[in-house]
């Protein structure tokens, strides 16, 4: 607290300018606090935002990586499935 000095009789005590520099400084270390402690609290927060958007990249990622491999191995039995009846063809009616 600010240390006040003066007799009862005084109608304006007076306040020691080194007392007020000690208030002040608690309050400055408290005020910094408070910024730190709200700068962390905000800081922890952007950093779930981004764990959250980089979980939902990897999902979204995953999500098409195995649309893609489906297409691709649908691709390829239809490409087998050709083949074969291509030769199948060629079996039943040679070309030469």
């Known amino acids: ?9 005084y109608q304006c005590p007076r306040v020691f300018p080194h007392a007020i520099k000690h208030h002040m400084v608690g309050a400055s ?8 402690s709200a700068r962390r609290s905000d800081l922890a927060g952007k950093i779930a935002e981004m764990d959250a958007v980089e979980a939902n990249f990897r999902a979204e990622a995953a ?5 893609i ?10 490409k087998d499935a050709l083949q074969g009846k291509v030769r199948h ?4 009616a040679p070309l030469s």
């Open 63 to 67: 999500a098409n990586l195995v649309e």
């Open 1 to 9: 607290g600010v240390a006040i000095i003066g007799h009862w009789r």
């Open 29 to 36: 270390k408290l005020e910094s606090g408070l910024f730190g």
């Open 69 to 78: 491999q489906t297409k691709a191995a649908q691709f390829l039995s239809r």
């Open 89 to 92: 063809a060629e079996i039943r």
